[in-house]
């Protein structure tokens, strides 16, 4: 299937702006209604079930996209990823409902892990889409999850008035993603458990790497939260904690805005079987002028938001979350910093994967997300949130490096 990059860029770029815009709205609403640390304990959960979502869809979401982009048939691969997340996401549940038991807190958890298992079946079919060269239709997919989700968060919180509690967040989004997947259910595949387990060494260096990069972009505030949560003496707060959390949604809102991009990379970087692999385009000249194009992108537009935040923090904090967020607006700029270099390993990743040269780039995930688990609780301890957000900045800039060197060695050698 012939694809225009730039508009499949154009179109995932309005559907991720709607969904940013539908995010940012209910986040928003969610930090009023919830309080200051009610919400940092959602933020919390969020971020850690976020990073859960990873072993939900266990790499079969890039493999599926890299199988249909490169014109092979995905419906085995489809029914092994639905089984892979039937059995891992109800495991979960299972487990913080016997946890519950003894840490009323608990509940939160299930709700969330049953809530991303969905998410993880949603994602599947965007995969599988995107392989195809839909980009438009997978842009319509998301945008109908986010938007009913959304909606039946604010009937159960707003209308129906059950209290404001992760929980009772978690399972009203789950239950309008339910309702989305029910009525497009053509496009998903029944789970297939034969050959499942045969099929999991060619999904390990890919969860391997989305899991390292997950933890990369959340584990900064599941790291913190660990200090913040109630223990006396703490060396953050935990009104501190609510407050780099609300900072961090304005990262994952940036994220958000770059995945239109980063969402068409991969089927730009992988030549279909049948394509003259003698042609220029296909011997990495195509493919590493679109690399670098992104990369100056990522920098100059991660650069201006720096400089916005410098200028604006506070005036920011105040008109997005409230007064109460005002003091957030003096690290703000420190948690964006790390934008440009996350995105552009975004990239990196995805060049990796066009090249089969996944499990290197796993082996440097995973050391990168160690140096960030050693690194953020110093941090903090020495310097409080800034230095936190220094610290996991610093750590994306020196992976994009170790990439960037990893790249050029490659060129040099043919």
Known sequence: MQVSYSTAVVKQALGAGFNALVSLALVLWLARVMGVESFGHYVAVLSGATVGLIVLEGGWSALLYR???????????????????????????????????????????????GCMALVALMNLVSA???????????????????LVSALMVWAWVGVVALPPQPEVVFAAWALGLLCVLVLARAWLAWPLWRGLWNAYPRTMP??????????LLKGDMVLLSGW???????????ADLSLYAASTRLTEMG?????????????????????????????????????????SLVGMCGA?????AIWLGA?????????????????LPWVLLMLPAACGNL???????????????????????????????????????????????????????VYAGAYWRRRRSG
């Not at 599988?128 to 986010?146: H, I, K, N, V, Y």
């Not at 913040?228 to 935990?238: H, K, L």
Request: with cysteine; hydrophobic share 65%.
């Open 67 to 113: 199988e249909c982009a490169a014109g092979r048939a995905g419906h085995a691969v489809m029914a092994h990823a639905t089984a892979h997340v039937v059995w891992t996401g109800g495991l979960a549940v299972l487990m913080c409902l016997m946890w519950w038991v003894a840490d009323k807190q608990a509940m939160a958890w299930a709700a969330a892990w």
């Open 128 to 146: 599988r889409l995107r392989g195809m060269g839909s980009f438009g239709r997978e842009a319509l997919w998301q945008a109908a999850g986010r």
């Open 206 to 215: 890919l969860v391997a790497s989305a899991l390292s990069m997950a933890w």
């Open 228 to 238: 913040a949560m109630g223990a006396e003496g703490a060396p953050i707060a935990a």
């Open 255 to 295: 994220l958000l805005l770059f995945a239109p991009v980063s969402n068409v990379l991969l089927r730009l970087f992988v030549a279909p079987p049948e394509a003259d692999v003698s042609a220029p385009a296909h011997k990495g000249h195509q493919p590493a002028t679109w690399l670098w194009r992104v990369m």
């Open 304 to 308: 201006a938001l720096v400089f916005v």
């Open 315 to 331: 005036e920011l904090m105040h008109a997005l979350f409230g007064a109460a967020y005002v003091p957030a607006g003096s690290f």
């Open 347 to 401: 990239v990196w990743i995805q060049w990796w994967m066009a090249q089969h040269a996944e499990q290197m780039a796993a082996r440097w995930l995973v050391l990168a997300g160690l140096v960030l688990w050693l690194v953020t609780p110093w941090a903090a301890q020495v310097g409080g949130v800034t230095a936190a957000a220094a610290a996991v900045a610093l750590v994306h800039a020196v992976l994009w490096l």
